[in-house]
Structure formats: structure tokens, C-alpha cells
Nanobody, 122 residues
Framework: QVQLVESGGGLVQAGGSLRLSCAAS????????MGWFRQAPGKEREVVAAISWNGGLTYYKNSVKGRFTISRDSAKNAVYLQMDNLKPDDTAVYSCAASRYWGTTPNQYDSWGQGTQVTVSS
């Protein structure tokens, strides 16, 4: 099973940007579909963005379209989430996840990182 480690979270003002990284090890990263999820206090975990194993298919939650960009680098076994024009509602713990199958719900993913906190101040 692949191990995932996120980095890049932090505190940023509204309108600012952050780039999250997720490093994968111990598995066949190039064959895995990857997703970024987030969970705010008192709320359920939700998908933010997903990218297929070959990068040919992407998915974005409506509220982040045009602001967030998911990408992957199979040579580095990494997936990224570029977040621009951040809003206070984007505040959450962000986690990356891996799946052999394409999907946009948390239960479709079986490997998870520990998460990284993103806080957007108004």
C-alpha cells in the first residue's frame, strides 16, 4: 500500500495562495488515481479535486473551480494542489488520497495521508 505525506499548509490571508504537495512512496504511483480532500471542523470530509492515473482526467468541486489546480508528476511520485484566491471557507485540514479506481468520494480511496492544516484569515 502506498504511503502519502502532505506538506505546504499554513496560514494565509484571503486572496492569497498556497501550494500543497503530496509525496508518495511504497507503491506504484503511476497507476494510482489521486485526490485531494478537506475536512473542516464539524463538517464531513469532501473532495476538492481529483486526477486520474495518467493525468488525462481531472475533477474539481464547484466552489474551487477556477481557483484550484491539481497536477501530478510521476517522475517525482508527487501530486500537487495549487490554491489561488483563497477564501475563509477554504479553511480545513487537507489530505491527499490514492485509489486504484477513479472516484470522487472518500470511500473510494484506500490510502490516506495524515493531512495538513490550511487556515485562511479574512
Amino acid at each position: 500500500q502506498v504511503q502519502l505525506v502532505e506538506s505546504g499548509g499554513g496560514l494565509v490571508q484571503a486572496g492569497g495562495s498556497l501550494r500543497l504537495s503530496c509525496a508518495a512512496s511504497g507503491g506504484t504511483f503511476s497507476r494510482l488515481n489521486m485526490g485531494w480532500f478537506r475536512q473542516a471542523p464539524g463538517k464531513e470530509r469532501e473532495v476538492v479535486a481529483a486526477i486520474s492515473w495518467n493525468g488525462g482526467l481531472t475533477y474539481y468541486k464547484n466552489s474551487v473551480k477556477g481557483r484550484f489546480t491539481i497536477s501530478r508528476d510521476s517522475a517525482k511520485n508527487a501530486v500537487y494542489l495549487q490554491m489561488d484566491n483563497l477564501k475563509p471557507d477554504d479553511t480545513a485540514v487537507y489530505s491527499c488520497a490514492a485509489s486504484r479506481y477513479w472516484g470522487t468520494t472518500p470511500n473510494q480511496y484506500d490510502s490516506w495521508g495524515q493531512g495538513t492544516q490550511v487556515t485562511v484569515s479574512s
